[in-house]
């Protein structure tokens, strides 16, 4: 391996470098006022069984997330392969987020991604700051899983597919 080229002050060679790490996608959604507000996030990780959390990274200048942290109940969506555009439409900066997604409610306020592969139903349970970004922990009140679902992958700044082999 030659040596290191870049340095961590580098914003744009440590964003590319952060894209040589593939990771699945989600959809952070809920009801505010009775309208679906959402996000799409890929810094997504499982944390605790006991209790059952996840937790997400959220940017600091995002304009969505103070809107979605008041809810009583946030919908987690893992999206599946093929969703690219709805990812798309969940990380625009302008314009009706929800217009050709297809979604639902939940009886809580969450909001959750048709075909999607995994739903759930979260509550913020703890935030901690993590430079520009905060990262939240989600408590886990409920699940919908479709396992054999091939999820969407975001690597070096595209949508992938895996290969079975």
Same mark, same amino acid.
């Given at each position: 391996?030659?040596?290191?080229?870049?340095?961590?002050?580098?914003?744009?060679?440590?964003?590319?470098?952060?894209?040589?790490?593939?990771?699945?996608?989600? *959809?952070?959604? +809920?009801? @505010?006022?009775?309208?679906? =507000?959402?996000?799409? $996030?890929?810094?997504?990780?499982? %944390?605790?069984?006991?209790?059952?959390?996840?937790?997400?990274?959220?940017?600091?200048?995002?304009?969505?997330?103070?809107?979605?942290?008041?809810?009583?109940?946030?919908?987690?969506?893992?999206?599946?392969?093929?969703?690219?555009?709805?990812?798309?439409?969940? *990380?625009?900066? +302008?314009? @009706?987020?929800?217009?050709? =997604?297809?979604?639902? $409610?939940?009886?809580?306020?969450? %909001?959750?991604?048709?075909?999607?592969?995994?739903?759930?139903?979260?509550?913020?349970?703890?935030?901690?700051?993590?430079?520009?970004?905060?990262?939240?922990?989600?408590?886990?009140?409920?699940?919908?899983?479709?396992?054999?679902?091939?999820?969407?992958?975001?690597?070096?700044?595209?949508?992938?597919?895996?290969?079975?082999?």
């Amino acid at each position: 391996m030659s040596p290191l080229v870049a340095t961590p002050t580098d914003p744009a060679a440590l964003r590319q470098a952060f894209g040589c790490f593939p990771s699945g996608v989600t *959809a952070l959604c +809920a009801l @505010d006022s009775g309208t679906p =507000v959402g996000m799409a $996030a890929s810094t997504f990780t499982p %944390v605790s069984l006991e209790p059952p959390l996840v937790s997400v990274c959220v940017q600091d200048t995002s304009s969505t997330w103070p809107k979605l942290r008041k809810q009583s109940r946030l919908g987690l969506s893992v999206l599946a392969e093929g969703q690219d555009l709805v990812c798309r439409s969940l *990380a625009g900066r +302008a314009g @009706d987020r929800f217009a050709d =997604v297809d979604w639902e $409610a939940g009886v809580d306020g969450g %909001v959750y991604i048709h075909g999607a592969n995994l739903w759930l139903d979260c509550s913020v349970h703890a935030e901690f700051p993590g430079g520009d970004h905060t990262i939240v922990l989600l408590e886990i009140h409920g699940l919908k899983a479709e396992p054999d679902r091939a999820p969407l992958v975001f690597h070096g700044s595209r949508f992938r597919r895996l290969a079975v082999s």
